[in-house]
């Protein structure tokens, strides 16, 4: 008989966490390296009695604020490991558990692995209900945690200790896959975290998961190089498949080879660094000039590692060549086929690579090159008139201060982003100097997640210098684990641009015709809107008093002292600079491509009726690709 070992189900958990590693290339990775949790009734005796008993070394233990924001970090951990090695979460049952829905959708989205281990009511009911248990009268084994399921690509309840076996090997197997990974979720429930069961001692060996790279199959291969070569006006569209890849160094030789242009998503920004001869930018409805342009002629589209959403193909307006045709390059089946797509499934570096074999002496021709290198220079030229300032003195835009960023920042710092109108001037503006430079959530695009994020990408990577970029809508809605930034001592760095409002979903108000309605943070006026004075808050005091160390930028010339202070900082930094509204001069390029945001069919207000007329101009471009 085997030798066995009399643990819980929670230390036996533990314990099994602690021996999962992935592989890659040669390259071992711990699978998950750490645990985040709050504790409450549903997880103290359990899970948090086994991290205790386990000991720091085993599994290292982080102390969260708010559950939402311990997911955020969770996964900007695993997204700076280029998903090769990701956190636990563990919760109580009722809120604690619930609050953890908004981080799984946004890591099953953004396909970022995450694992969840929230606390559940009792599974042998022997009181009924117990302390925030819901109770639905039609299914007596229904929790709160299964709001967790669809946002998971992975869920079990464990209500038995030797049903952790199965569920535990198949959890990893989630995690460690680059297409089915995300957030995984093994629901524990109180009583059966403590019971203790005999494990075969097998469950504890170390064990290897291998992050596969699969090659083309050779027809899809051949089929995609006649298409290419076929092609007089082909463009590359990078996306984040190319980052979880580690495909940056094969994306550029195929690029040096073929001449093809490649545009970004918000995923794939800095996939291909700024300053390569064939990278023009961002794409979509907060792309570059160069780059919709590009799309509106293309005759073939290479879609890699992408999921083509709406902001990728403006609403699907953007690809307007009478002939255009797809080809899907893409690890997932599911996105390979999109657009009606010649499909090219596998690892975006192999298929990369091998496309560019089978194109060995193909090239775009001269005067397509040099026609996108032409405008490529004039919009570099855009964005330097778009960053400057008038003098020192002057109160900076949004886009100013991003301008003062681009002049201070090397290769060794990271910028976070995820919401507001800042990830569509960073898509359109942003240089990126590294592969990790530019790290912005936009599958989901999160209010919140900025401050956790870059918290769990600078646990990953303590050598980068990162930076969380926020508005004040963004700050108001999830400061929390700054207090973890200054508990474990980790040098954040962050940007708070202020406002006085929602800014970004105002011009967009505005340009819907719902004129900027309750968009602002704001006094009630004289008829009861949101239009009084500026709401007496004060973020820069209220960063301090959680731990930072703060510096109050008023003009430009303030601004570059202060970024340049807390880029040299070995504490948790803030930067509060109160932001102008642009004029036509000193804002951000227009969009260069439609974003499908519907609206009002009929309405009394001029201003609606107005976007409509516009809306119907714009939605008549739309084409379904076949």
Not at 227 to 249: D, F, M, N, T
Not at 257 to 274: D, E, F
Not at 397 to 420: H, P
Not at 526 to 545: Q, R, T
Request: charged residues 20%; aromatic residues 6%; contains cysteine.
């Amino acid at each position: 008989m085997s030798d066995t070992r009399h643990l819980t189900v929670a230390q036996a958990l533990v314990a099994f966490l602690a021996r999962q590693f992935t592989e890659r290339d040669g390259r071992r990775t711990r699978l998950v390296a750490a645990t985040w949790g709050i504790f409450g009734h549903g997880n103290v005796a359990g899970i948090g009695q086994a991290l205790l008993e386990s000991g720091p070394e085993a599994m290292p233990f982080l102390q969260g604020r708010n559950e939402q924001a311990m997911v955020h970090a969770a996964v900007g951990y695993a997204r700076r490991s280029g998903r090769l090695s990701a956190h636990a979460v563990t919760t109580s049952i009722g809120p604690g558990a619930t609050n953890l829905v908004t981080g799984a959708a946004l890591a099953t989205i953004n396909r970022i692995p995450v694992l969840l281990l929230p606390g559940d009511a009792f599974a042998t009911r022997p009181a009924d209900p117990v302390l925030q248990q819901l109770e639905v009268p039609w299914a007596g084994d229904v929790s709160v945690n299964d709001t967790l399921r669809p946002v998971s690509r992975h869920f079990d309840r464990i209500t038995r200790p030797e049903a952790l076996i199965p569920a535990a090997l198949q959890a990893m197997r989630v995690l460690a896959d680059p297409v089915a990974t995300g957030a995984v979720t093994l629901a524990l429930p109180q009583d059966v975290q403590a019971q203790a069961w005999d494990w075969p001692e097998e469950f504890f060996a170390e064990r290897v998961w291998s992050v596969r790279r699969p090659r083309p199959d050779r027809a899809e291969l051949a089929g995609a190089a006649a298409a290419v070569r076929s092609a007089e006006r082909p463009l590359l569209i990078a996306g984040g498949g190319i980052h979880h890849s580690g495909a940056g160094a094969a994306l550029a030789a195929f690029a040096e080879a073929t001449g093809i242009p490649v545009a970004a998503t918000q995923a794939g920004k800095g996939a291909l660094l700024h300053g390569h001869p064939a990278e023009v930018g961002g794409i979509g409805h907060t792309g570059t000039d160069t780059a919709a342009a590009l799309a509106r002629e293309a005759d073939l589209v290479i879609a890699a590692g992408t999921r083509l959403t709406d902001f990728t193909t403006a609403s699907a307006t953007l690809f307007q060549h009478p002939a255009v045709r797809f080809v899907g390059l893409n690890l997932d089946p599911y996105d390979a086929h999109k657009l009606a797509a010649r499909p090219l499934v596998g690892d975006a570096r192999e298929c990369l690579d091998e496309l560019r074999e089978a194109l060995a002496g193909h090239r775009v021709s001269p005067e397509y090159r040099a026609g996108y290198t032409r405008a490529k220079e004039d919009w570099e030229a855009r964005v330097d008139r778009a960053y400057a300032a008038p003098d020192e003195s002057a109160v900076p835009t949004q886009v100013q201060v991003l301008g003062v960023l681009d002049a201070l920042l090397t290769e060794d710092d990271v910028l976070v982003n995820a919401a507001g109108s800042l990830p569509g001037d960073l898509h359109k503006l942003w240089r990126a100097r590294s592969p990790h430079q530019y790290h912005v959530e936009y599958g989901y695009s999160c209010m919140g997640y900025e401050i956790p994020a870059a918290l769990g990408a600078a646990l990953a990577a303590p050598a980068d210098r990162v930076w969380a970029l926020v508005g004040d809508g963004t700050y108001l809605m999830n400061p929390t684990e700054i207090v973890t930034a200054v508990q474990e001592r980790v040098p954040l760095r962050l940007v708070v641009l202020d406002n006085h409002g929602y800014a970004s979903i105002g011009g967009l108000s505005a340009a819907v015709g719902a004129e900027g309605f309750g968009t602002a943070y704001r006094f009630r006026g004289p008829d009861g809107a949101y239009d009084g004075a500026p709401l007496p808050v004060d973020l820069a005091a209220n960063a301090a008093s959680l731990g930072m160390a703060v510096f109050r930028a008023r003009t430009v010339g303030d601004l570059r002292e202060a970024l340049t202070a807390a880029r040299d900082a070995d504490r948790p930094t803030c930067v509060y600079v109160e932001t102008r509204t642009p004029d036509t001069v000193s804002g951000p390029p227009p969009a260069a491509a439609w974003w499908d945001v519907p609206v009002a069919e009929t309405a009394t207000r001029a201003s609606a009726a107005g976007a409509r007329e516009e809306y119907d101009r714009q939605a008549a471009q739309r084409r379904r690709h076949l």
